[in-house]
């Protein structure tokens, strides 16, 4: 079965620091990896994606890594703002799926004074 | 700006009413997908749909339909709705494989069933 692991669950970092999420994933075959940001009650928003060619993309202080070896990818946070908390859904989309994709559950980011 | 329009962000309904949750998309995609998200469980896939007209089943589809009558809009129904279809729903489009990875979500629609 498609999995989507992420860790930690959740963290508390303070504002400035930088922090890295992780996702693991069993998705095959692979298409593509996608970082998605989501505020609370809001829909997800695209971060970044890679397909398995990639091994960074960089969004602002947003840096994503993807090691299609491993099947691991993290999401690397610089400078961290009060409004960079949120949950961060890494989603993995599979060759043959129709453009669907399966989700991780988040990791939930809280960014303290 | 490209944009999905979920028609609501807020929504309470009784146990057996008929619910309707619209979404409108503008950039010509062609897939359009329906998604709810529980705490702990991430996004599910309800109903998709890749054509107008065309629907399939995703992971979650008892207790609903979709119709997509046109391409920009796609419709979620709960038949009769009940308290564990309490969530909130997730609308998202994209073009078919091949094209641009673009797939954009809705600001979402929180539906409560008392």
């Known amino acids: 079965k498609n999995q989507v692991e992420q860790s930690p669950q959740s963290l508390i970092i303070l504002e400035g620091k930088n922090c890295t999420l992780q996702?693991?994933?069993?998705?095959?075959?692979?298409?593509?990896l996608r970082w998605y940001k989501q505020d609370t009650g809001r829909g997800p928003v695209s971060l970044t994606i890679?397909?398995?060619?990639?091994n960074t993309k960089s969004n602002g202080r947003y840096t994503a890594t993807l090691d299609a070896d491993t099947k691991q990818s993290s999401l690397h946070i610089t400078a961290s703002q009060l409004s960079d908390s949120a949950s961060y859904i890494c989603?993995?989309?599979?060759?043959?799926?129709?453009?669907?994709?399966?989700f991780g559950t988040g990791t939930q980011l809280k960014v303290e004074l | 700006d490209v944009k999905v329009t979920q028609s609501s962000r807020y929504l309470v309904k009784r146990t057996g009413e008929k619910v309707f949750l619209e979404c409108v998309q503008d950039?010509?995609?062609?897939?359009m997908f329906w998604y709810r998200q529980d705490p702990g469980l991430g996004l599910r896939l309800i109903y998709f749909?890749?054509?107008?007209?065309?629907?399939e089943k995703g992971d979650i589809p008892e207790g609903y339909s979709v119709s997509r009558e046109k391409k920009e809009r796609f419709s979620l129904i709960l038949e009769s709705a009940s308290t564990n279809q309490t969530s909130m729903y997730l609308c998202?489009?994209?073009?078919?494989?091949?094209?641009?990875?673009?797939?954009?979500f809705g600001s979402g629609t929180r539906l409560t069933v008392v």
């Open positions: 890679m397909t398995f060619s990639e």
């Open positions: 749909s890749y054509d107008v007209k065309m629907k």
């Open positions: 950039m010509d995609h062609e897939n």
């Open positions: 989603v993995v989309s599979f060759t043959g799926g129709g453009n669907k994709l399966t």
């Open positions: 996702c693991n994933y069993t998705v095959s075959p692979f298409s593509n």
């Open positions: 998202a489009s994209s073009f078919t494989m091949g094209r641009d990875y673009g797939y954009t």
